[in-house]
């Protein structure tokens, strides 16, 4: 058994995570994975340079503002390519859709979800018309709608729930093409020495998504005995961040035009320095490609 660490860059990833190590997906395929703690962006790249971290959930703006400056991130797997996210008001607000948005304060969290909500505004002819803010201390970003201070927010499951259950109006709008949530992520130094466990490691992440997308009972039960990052969930919340997750999980994890195209444009926000890297540079998809081909993820549906 290939022991590796493939520690996560948010907590949102573990729902997923945990069903796919519950389910031994990883175990089967000869991987001893831990991934049940949190990295920084910094670490990340320090740690998987040095060999210490194999693989990284995560890093999804990072690696374009350091590629030219000799960073060798690379990207190799991608579970989702859509942002399932819902804009969150007080039912008082007079707010129905994003258009009426028009001169309101939008509260965000984090660098790459703050700058998905400014892309998503940006995109919606907006941006010169509202205020987005990262919403300051522990609180979630949709109690600052709750609270009076911030006029909306963009969540995703389980947070449009507990939103409602606080009186807030959730409003559905569409979904952004973005790279996000788990990302399987590595180094070209170890990718060139070690193929045989990157190999395992994708297979393991295909059998997790098959595994998430035809166990439906086992895996709500596994997110809600195991995922506390919101809070505890209860039958509702657990059912509704499963059948949200299993919607947009790819069964063949490649990363899709357009969100590449737009985290691109989101790094290239944060840093001009992203700029001077093509948008594929850190995309290699060919030993996913090699595991497709071979039939693998088709037998998973099989059964």
């Known amino acids: 058994m290939d022991k590796v ?9 573990l729902p997923f995570l945990h ?7 990883w175990a089967k395929h000869g991987l001893d994975v ?35 400056a000799g960073d060798k991130w690379v990207y190799l797997g991608q579970t989702v390519s859509l942002l399932n996210h819902r804009l969150i008001v007080r039912a008082d607000s007079g707010i129905n859709k994003v258009a009426d948005l028009k001169g309101k304060h939008i509260a965000t ?17 907006l941006l010169n018309d509202c205020h ?10 949709w109690e600052a709608v709750r609270d009076g201070e911030a006029d909306a927010a963009f969540v995703t499951p389980p947070a449009d729930i507990l939103s409602k259950r606080a009186g807030l109006k959730v409003i ?24 045989d466990i990157v190999d395992k490691m994708l297979r393991g992440i295909c059998e997790g998504i098959a595994y998430f997308k035809t166990h439906r009972a086992e895996c709500i039960k596994i997110i809600k005995d195991k995922y506390k990052a919101e809070g505890e969930l209860d039958d509702e919340t657990a059912t509704h961040l499963y059948e949200d997750l299993k919607l947009i999980l790819q069964a063949k994890p490649y990363a899709t035009i357009p969100a590449i195209s737009n985290v691109y444009e989101i790094a290239i926000e944060q840093n001009k320095a992203a700029e001077k890297c093509d948008p594929m540079a850190l995309w290699d998809f060919h030993h996913l490609r090699k595991i497709d081909d071979s039939g693998f993820i088709d037998n998973l549906y099989r059964t």
């Open 5 to 13: 660490n493939f520690p996560y860059r948010s907590d949102s990833h």
């Open 19 to 25: 069903v796919v190590h519950e389910s031994g997906s």
């Open 34 to 68: 831990n991934y049940d703690y949190e990295i920084t962006s910094a670490d990340s790249h320090a740690n998987v340079a040095n060999g210490s971290v194999e693989f990284v959930g995560g890093n999804h703006l990072s690696p374009y503002i350091r590629r030219p």
């Open 109 to 125: 969290k984090g660098n790459h979800p703050g700058l998905n909500t400014w892309l998503f505004i940006k995109q919606a002819g």
């Open 132 to 141: 987005v803010e990262k919403t300051k201390g522990s609180k979630f970003h």
């Open 172 to 195: 559905d709008v569409s979904f952004l093409p973005m790279v996000w949530f788990t990302t399987v992520s590595s180094s070209s130094m170890f990718v060139e020495k070690h193929p």
